[in-house]
């Protein structure tokens, strides 16, 4: 007996590749694919995004870190606490004051989505307040 052959016309597969691995399939893909194989591409898949988690997470961390030595390097130099150490830095890569350059200076230390927005909004918070 034949083993049947699925036909991949969706979406799901292309989404799966691009989750793992930035960008979308092209020509490496066949059309047409067992079971056996299908479940195997997805396997593989799966673990190759869960590597890619563990990485982003100790590449994250490694940057809180590193970011956080800078800030107490510029209060070292003067600042008088890390508000002012964060404003004297983004001043100093020619950034404003504002939404976008904030978390542009937080993106460019690799700090995540989640603390971009965090740092932000308490350092725009306390520029209103002040």
């Not at 056996?36 to 799966?46: H, I, N, P, Q, V």
């Amino acid at each position: 007996m034949t083993e049947q052959l699925i036909h991949i016309n969706d979406t799901d597969l292309s989404d799966f590749f691009k989750d793992a691995n930035g960008f979308r399939p092209r020509s490496i893909y066949k059309e047409w694919w067992t079971k056996d194989e299908l479940e195997e591409e997805y396997s593989r898949l799966g673990a190759v995004c869960e590597e890619n988690r563990v990485m982003d997470e100790a590449r994250e961390h490694q940057a809180l870190l590193d970011f956080n030595k800078l800030i107490e390097e510029t209060i070292a130099h003067g600042a008088a606490d890390r508000e002012t150490a964060i404003k004297w830095l983004v001043d100093g890569e020619g950034l404003e004051f504002h939404t976008y350059d904030l978390e542009y200076f937080f993106w460019g230390h690799g700090l995540s989505y989640e603390l971009q927005k965090q740092y932000t909004k308490k350092l725009l918070n306390e520029k209103e307040t002040a």
